[in-house]
């Protein structure tokens, strides 16, 4: 019966296989192919990535995604990481109230992002929300506008709701970070001389980089992955005049609603493989050199 | 580390600012639900000035609100509970025996980890349809549970690596079987990293909208996010019903939350920082 044991990873490797595995296998297949999403047409080879690239809209819609994916991951790093990081570093120090505080700040975390979406469209409307409600209240009437209805504000008004969104646990993961540095090497550097600043750069942050190099990692997939918030507020056409649309939303479009009756889901495999491979390339890297760092500790 | 008084205040005021900013939404959702329309319009952020239950009841009448709840319930625990059991058996296996197979096969599952899987929604899609398995909540099991297992696994199996091998040697002498020793007396070790697997696969499987939206089309199948997003569709104008949706939908995690909120947050970052 000792043969027996080779059935315990079965189950697992089984609902994987049929369910992640073969289904992005197959995504990679058709987009090799010229697809009218009933039935496979002929094997076009790369025509459908040269297409993406270089054929009008469909190159000018690919840049104008990326440009967007690459300012969610920028602002989310700056914005919601900076944040967080510091928030972690307060708690810490042993600030009075953490465990109140821990909670206030993890709560936007529980509420699906499809109930975030509705919760802030409402708070933004441009006539009864409550944002521009304050701003007339203290005297800045003329920063009100329809946030999410202008091109200017509408991709930073969303960046910055899933910030609020995800602030909560980049905090637990940098406090986690900041926790696991042993004591001992915090009080030796001090017995040196370093304080405040100097301690901050010198020994805080080198000791948190795992921590660090976790939350860069978990935000790139995250921004290049885009998608929930972005149709929850604004749909699938990434409103108004495409300035939210990312490349999942772009995907969604052609795959399920490209509308006029296009025949574009050849070309929607080959833009879900060039993001498999941007997300892919990006996270095996970031892993492999924190690895290569691990090693040399 | 000291802080000087001005530094110590300033942390303080900013610490509770943030607190703010992530509570009052939140806050502001639950009390314009108790509101009228009237009154969200004439006085959005202040407290409700009378407490009534009546859009609550208008919107138990608008959709079937107990419906949602049931097939949420089953849906995460469902997965949950596939994901637990068969992440254990799998990381039991990679990490306690070494055949030639198990480097490759634990970079199999690991690779799962950088998938998006979203990308391959319409392969997906046609095989959910050709297994029959469209507008059943069998198609969002299995792909919470197969996109479940990758960050499972990879928890499950360094987890399992820290426990001292001469456990299970002792556990063997004595006469337990491979079964036994895993479920008897390795199982019971890992605890803390079974919540941190639970924590993960129930938010994201209770919170997913994707799936649903494009899985499950019969209303009484709905989980709670899309079955309230039909409701946000339709009573575009009718603020104080749209906020009582929303904070019903919310309601389930938070309490959830409030009331293990310590395993909550350990259990999201054990895995993550080692």
Redesign the interface.
Known sequence: ??W???L??L???V??T???????F??FL?SLYDWNGIKRGVFVGLQNFITLFTVEPFNEMFWNALRHNVFYFVVEMIVQNG?AF??AF??Y?K???SG????????????????IG???K??LNPN???LN??LG?IGLEEWARPWLGDPDTALLAIILINC?FG???AM??F???LQ?IPEDL?EAA?LDGA?GWR?LWKMILPLCM??IT?MTIFTF?QA??A??LVY?MQGSMGEPFYSTDTL?VY??RM??SSGAGDVT?GL??AL??V??FI??SV??LSLYLMRKREVQH | MKMTVGGRAVSYVLAYIFALIALYPIVLMISSSLKTNMEIFASPLSLPKTFSLDTYKKLWEAVPFADFLWNSVFVSAMSVLLITVFSAMAAFYLSRFSFKWTGGLYFFFIVGLMIPIKLGIVPLFLLMKNLGLLNSLWSLILIYTASGIPISVFILTGFFRTLPIELEEAARIDGCSHFQVFWRVLLPLIRPALATVIIINFIHAWNDFFFPLIFIQEEALKTIPVGMMVLFGEYETDWSLLFAGLTLSALPMIVVFLMASRQFMEGLTAGAVK
């Open positions: 019966m000792r027996l044991i080779h315990f990873p189950p697992a490797l609902i994987y049929l369910f992640v595995v073969y289904p992005i197959s995504a058709y944040i510091g928030l307060l708690i120090r600030i009075r109230g109140f505080l821990k909670i206030a700040y993890f709560m936007p975390r529980l509420l699906s992002v499809i109930v509705f919760l802030w409402l708070i009864y929300g409550a409600t304050v209240k609020w602030i909560g646990f637990l993961i406090l986690a970070g696991s915090i001090r304080t301690m795992p921590a976790i997939i290049f992955e998608f929930e929850a999942a995907f969604y795959a399920f889901l929607g495999s879900a493989v993001l498999f997300v892919g996270s095996a």
